[in-house]
Antibody, heavy 122, light 111 residues
Framework: QVQLQQWGAGLLKPSETLSLTCAVYGGSFSGYYWSWIRQPPGKGLEWIGEINHSGSTNYNPSLKSRVTISVDTSKNQFSLKLSSVTAADTAVYYC????????????????WGQGTLVTVSS | DIVMTQTPLSLSVTPGQPASISCKSSQSLLHSDGKTYLYWYLQKPGQSPQLLIYEVSSRFSGVPDRFSGSGSGTDFTLKISRVEAEDVGVYYCMQGIHLRTFGQGTKLEIK
């Protein structure tokens, strides 16, 4: 059973850099895109970006200038950095794997972390 | 950027009755590999989202067969044949053909 465990600072001041890490336990690290998604309080899901095991990244154009996603395959971990945060970046941040699919009677991917609330306030 | 538009944004359903959610994309989600990269997620209250349907109509692990997905190109539908109390939450469609974009979400509640 694959589990994603995420951690990072939950309270930031404006202009600081958000930093979160997600560890993947119990399964293969290759074959997926490892993503970050956020959800402002009471609102919907926003995809931030993703990385694969070889380090290839894709970013949401609206956040690209402030986002860096990196991977440490030796630890089966990937990380998010979001610079120059403001109150608008206050959200629950999730790590997740894409895609999810089933083949040969087994299903793969579709994993999500537990979410981390990050609050930006002076 | 691909925009995903869901309707309705909320619905209230009596247990045992059907429910349907529409999702429209601003561009075709049909890839040259023949697959259509449209997914459906359910976020139950206080939980992380969970995958229900992948590639338009394939149910993911453990998803009851009362859930079904259909559609093609730019128009997609999630149907619940008989709503149960455990189905409450917010349903999101997501495209995966060009980066990823979620719809606004549809909140399902029980009457």
């Amino acid at each position: 059973q694959v589990q994603l465990q995420q951690w990072g600072a939950g309270l930031l001041k404006p202009s600081e850099t958000l930093s979160l890490t997600c560890a993947v336990y119990g399964g293969s690290f290759s074959g997926y895109y490892w993503s970050w998604i956020r959800q402002p309080p009471g609102k919907g899901l926003e995809w931030i970006g993703e990385i694969n095991h070889s380090g290839s990244t894709n970013y949401n154009p609206s956040l690209k200038s402030r986002v860096t996603i990196s991977v440490d395959t030796s630890k089966n971990q990937f990380s998010l950095k979001l610079s120059s945060v403001t109150a608008a970046d206050t959200a629950v941040y999730y790590c997740a794997s894409f895609p999810g699919y089933c083949s040969g009677g087994s299903c793969y991917g579709g994993y999500w972390g537990q979410g981390t609330l990050v609050t930006v306030s002076s | 950027d691909i925009v995903m538009t869901q309707t309705p944004l909320s619905l209230s359903v009596t247990p045992g009755q059907p429910a349907s959610i529409s999702c429209k994309s601003s561009q075709s989600l049909l890839h040259s590999d023949g697959k259509t990269y449209l997914y459906w997620y359910l976020q139950k209250p206080g939980q992380s989202p969970q995958l229900l349907i992948y590639e338009v109509s394939s149910r993911f692990s453990g998803v009851p067969d009362r859930f079904s997905g259909s559609g093609s190109g730019t128009d997609f539908t999630l149907k619940i044949s008989r709503v149960e109390a455990e189905d409450v939450g917010v349903y999101y469609c997501m495209q995966g053909i060009h980066l990823r974009t979620f719809g606004q979400g549809t909140k399902l509640e029980i009457k």
